[in-house]
């Protein structure tokens, strides 16, 4: 198991919670920060700290070269075709909404049509919503099969030659179902629109090709790959980006202001108006680096034994609802509810056993009214997790019951 070479690198995860070893499993929120990341942030501070792009002096050059060797980091982890389509965010929700509002505002039309999946985190559906209300464009939502899949058949049905952005997660935040982005980039440029692609659930747990994908649009936040929070990343085709006007003005995204006018840089920097958030940018290349040298496929491997584990488990307890029913193809989380145990309660009991889980809507009530449920729990596993972290959190579903009152 990975988690008995890596686990130790966490020092939270060596802590008590409710005087009970901590079992962190809401890993699809934020993940946990190895020692290699926090001190990449503390070295930054204590040896390279600076205002980038500003000074002449060598401390000034030197963050400038973080700055700049961090985009070149993670070009190459997304194979971006050059570093210039790397733009930092403070996270996911920022760069969806960048492109929103820049490529969107300027491009949409009444009687465009969006097409947004309907299992969306609400960081890539109500920007969506508002860019419809303010251009007149249609939003068209694409549904799910019984198995929480988008089909061929749905996507063709949806994606047509009125159909000018396509919106949809690489892996639902709530399913944990890798969706079909390359079937519906395909399918939304052969009818001339562009991709927006939500990897925050993806990028730490698969490798995230946007060559591949040819997605035009890929966001992510480094929180959810170990990084610091407060650092997101947008990856952009460098000639969308550069017809599209800023999101934020001020200072470093111009070339030159007068009285008369202003000229904005190239990109990125015309979308990175304000001082960047250095220290959490060197944080991410040491995520980035940290998960490379363990492989991605090798953590994908572990949390599938663990989620395969984690289910069988829910499933030998009964009046366990799992979502979606029967599902087999969740690699990293489990959505589920205990009859007769609002999410909340149930989450609050098994924090007792120090078990932390997800208890809410998941910034996807859309997706939540689709499957008829207000809210549910979520589980979600990374590659500190080991299988004494799932033993414990079927017990602690157990125990729920006991508590709750409800038998077997």
Known sequence: MLSQYYKKDFKILGKLENDMRLVYLDNAATTQKPDVVLAAVKRYYTVDNANPHRGVYELAMRATDVHEQARNVIAAFLNAERDEEIIFTRNATEALNLVAYSYGLANLKTDDEIAVAVSEHHSNLVPWQRVSEITGAKVVYLYLDEHGEYTKEELTSKIGSSTKILAMAHVSNVLGIENPVKLATRLVHQNGGIAVIDCAQSVAHMKVDVRDIDADFVAFSGHKIYAPMGIGVLYGKYELLDKMPPFLSGGDMISHVHESGTTY???????????????????????????EKIGLDKIREHETELCKKA???????????????????????ISFNIRGVHPHDAATIMDSFGVCVRAGH?????????????????????????????DIFIRSVEQTRKVMGIGS
Do not use: Q, W
């Open 265 to 291: 840089a190239k990109p990125p920097r015309k979308f990175e108006a304000g001082t960047c958030n250095l220290g959490d940018e060197a944080g991410l290349v040491e995520a980035i680096r940290y998960v």
């Open 311 to 333: 289910l069988d488990g829910l499933n030998s307890l009964g009046g366990i609802d799992i979502y979606p029913a029967g599902s087999d193809k969740t690699r990293s989380l």
């Open 362 to 390: 998941h910034c996807a009530e859309p997706l939540m009214e689709r499957l008829g449920i207000g809210s549910c729990l979520r589980a979600s596993f990374a590659l500190y997790n080991d299988m004494d972290d799932v």
